[in-house]
């Protein structure tokens, strides 16, 4: 997928965490704590996952928006515009690699699925807040290190959000269909 502009990655990343949603919420606590293997992690690990990861690319892309802005990267002519651009690099070496998450957004395995799903609304609610600066200003130039290897921008991190997310919905499929769900 080629994304254009900030409203395209929202909407693309939204689309994606509706689908997490829409997945989990009917779970029971039990079923969402069921692991299809003993060193699997279950549906509320996988969930308490994505609200670490979230909240981590929250504070990280604060910073950077913040840094752009006092560096004089704010737009005062309406929105900025974006080069296109793709993940397809990055989604591809996810495709045929197994990453570790690091300890500290590893699921401590004691959330429940409900406080973890509140901590993925409160995060993307936060995100959300931050979209009227990030629309107005110039972030193509703010970088941070990607664990592959890559450093992305701001952009690119802020789809990465949804690229992650799919990449962990399909894993949520999977533990789901092991248990006979």
Excluded: C
């Amino acid at each position: 997928m080629t994304y254009n502009n900030v409203e395209q990655i929202f909407e693309t990343i939204d689309k994606t965490r509706e689908q997490v949603y829409n997945r989990v919420e009917g779970l029971s606590e039990e079923e969402s704590r069921r692991r299809p293997q003993p060193d699997a992690w279950s549906v509320a690990e996988i969930i308490e996952h994505l609200a670490k990861i979230e909240g981590r690319l929250l504070k990280m892309m604060t910073m950077m928006l913040t840094k752009a802005e006092a560096a004089g990267a704010r737009s005062s002519d309406g929105p900025v515009e974006i080069k296109p651009f793709t993940l397809e690099k990055l989604i591809e070496i996810g495709r045929n690699e197994k990453f570790i998450a690091p300890e500290p957004l590893r699921p401590s395995g004691e959330a429940r699925l409900a406080d973890a799903l509140e901590a993925l609304r409160n995060s993307r609610a936060e995100l959300h807040n931050l979209r009227p600066r990030i629309e107005m200003t110039n972030l193509s130039g703010a970088t941070y290190p990607h664990p592959v290897g890559t450093a992305l921008n701001f952009y690119e991190w802020l789809a990465f959000i949804g690229v992650h997310e799919y990449r962990h919905l399909r894993q949520i499929e999977r533990v789901l269909s092991a248990n006979g769900k």
